[in-house]
């Protein structure tokens, strides 16, 4: 069960554990019910928009205009702008005996799922950074993703919206 919800207060119970209060939309009397009798486990980070489709369709337009001009795979021009950005990786050591079936498992989420092998210091493993794709991007991270995308199409000369077009379309995203 995931939502996006707002802080209200924080207090503190007599064995010292913090006691947060999350308002949440909806009714959550049910799952309450259900959880409590056991612990739960519990993430709480910034809330980010998610990505909208309409980004992810204007993200593959500008691929689709790179990989005509330069005559390179979409694939090739997705991941190396997946590379170009910060946030959407981790590098993770796995034990060399793993490393294939980890990478295929992996791969198989989708075209921008990719692994890279770096070599490692602790014998017997390899390091692998692991990226994710897109499908995965909250609107922060999209809006990422095209601009290094559409820093690409200019530098090729290849016409993209307006920064002023651009500017509002992310706006409409929550970027």
């Known amino acids: 069960m995931k939502a996006r919800g707002d802080l209200v207060s924080l207090t503190y119970d007599r064995d010292g554990h913090s ?20 612990p739960v486990s519990v993430e709480l980070k910034k809330w980010h928009p998610k990505r909208s489709l309409d980004a992810n369709a204007y993200a593959w337009v500008l ?6 001009r330069l005559h390179i795979p979409k694939v090739t021009i997705y991941r190396e702008a997946i590379r170009s950005i ?11 005996r ?12 989708g075209i921008g799922w990719f692994a890279e092998r770096l070599p490692s210091k602790t014998p017997g493993c390899t390091n692998l950074r692991l990226y994710y ?10 809006a990422a993703l095209i601009d290094s995308l559409v820093e690409e199409c200019e530098a090729q000369g290849i016409e993209t919206l307006t920064p002023s077009e651009l500017a509002t379309i992310k706006e409409r995203w929550g970027a």
């Not at 006691?19 to 056991?38: H, I, N, Q, Y």
């Not at 910060?86 to 796995?94: E, L, N, P, Q, Y």
């Open 63 to 68: 691929i689709d205009k790179l990989a005509e």
């Open 133 to 142: 794709g897109s499908s995965s991007y909250d609107s922060r991270q999209m």
């Open 19 to 38: 006691l947060l209060t999350v308002s949440v939309p909806g009714d959550w009397g049910e799952a309450f019910d259900e959880l409590k009798a056991a």
């Open 98 to 109: 793993t490393v294939d079936r980890l990478v295929e498992s992996w791969e198989r989420n």
């Open 86 to 96: 910060g946030g959407v990786s981790d590098t993770v050591c796995a034990l060399d």
